[in-house]
């Protein structure tokens, strides 16, 4: 069982819905990454949390510490919104390395 | 502020040749990661520095790749002889420091392609 879970693994959704986008950890962590990577693209640090919630723009990051749990949801989804979506944790156990989750493909259609 | 800094942005070289990856990350970071990244899986820690130390090698193939720190500023990764499955995304990050919630800040990433 991977230490960092997603899901879902992939997701299409039309232009407007409200996305969520889950993760699951088993380890002890510092924080919590939520990462948005394009094709072909860097990887961008959207959040990182170690407790509540945050908000940016369209973007919202939850995180429950006791049940190990993150979300991160989209308002007003836009196709400019296509990406894959990471969890990556910082895990205390292991130099405080990030602990990757496998990614969720997000395809907004207009 | 400037972000991570990486080149080339791509490469193509044939297996057997050597290849050499640049990164500069966000000043007074003194921590750097290089990552690989696979087509269609999520990033694996390389090597990661704590100013011109290296605190994790454990996932670096040393009998090919190789990489270096040596004035805590910038890095330079190496692969030599490259292979086929050397065909990847590899991704240079920085951070302020090595422990705690420290965000780590990436670059654009290098897309090598082996042929």
């Known amino acids: 069982k991977n230490e960092v879970e997603q899901s879902p693994q992939n997701l299409t959704a039309q232009e407007g819905e409200f996305i969520t986008i889950n993760c699951s950890y088993s380890?002890?962590?510092?924080?919590l990454h939520w990462l948005q990577q394009h094709p072909g693209g860097g990887i961008v640090s959207l959040f990182m949390?170690?407790?509540?919630?945050k908000k940016h723009g369209r973007l919202i990051a939850t995180i429950n510490i006791q049940e190990k749990h993150s979300s991160l949801h989209i308002t007003a989804s836009h196709p400019r919104d296509s990406a894959v979506y990471i969890c990556?944790?910082?895990?205390?156990?292991?130099?405080?390395?990030?602990?990757w989750g496998a990614g969720t493909k997000l395809i907004i259609k207009p | 502020e400037a972000g991570v800094a990486q080149s080339p942005r791509y490469k193509i070289i044939e297996k057997r040749q050597s290849v050499a990856f640049w990164c500069n990350p966000i000043?007074?970071?003194?921590?750097l990661y290089w990552y690989q990244q696979i087509l269609g899986q999520g990033p694996k820690l390389l090597i990661q520095?704590?100013?011109?130390?290296?605190?994790?090698d454990s996932q670096l193939p040393k009998d090919r790749f190789s990489a270096e720190r040596l004035k805590g500023v910038d890095s330079t990764l190496k692969i030599q002889p490259a292979k086929l499955e050397d065909s990847a995304v590899y991704l240079c990050?920085?951070?302020?420091?090595?422990?705690?919630?420290?965000?780590?800040?990436f670059g654009p990433g290098t897309r090598l392609t082996v042929l």
């Open positions: 990050a920085s951070s302020l420091q090595l422990a705690g919630g420290t965000e780590q800040f």
């Open positions: 000043s007074g970071h003194a921590t």
């Open positions: 520095f704590q100013n011109n130390g290296v605190v994790d």
């Open positions: 380890v002890g962590i510092s924080a």
């Open positions: 949390l170690s407790s509540g919630k």
């Open positions: 990556a944790v910082r895990s205390m156990d292991s130099n405080y390395q990030l602990i």
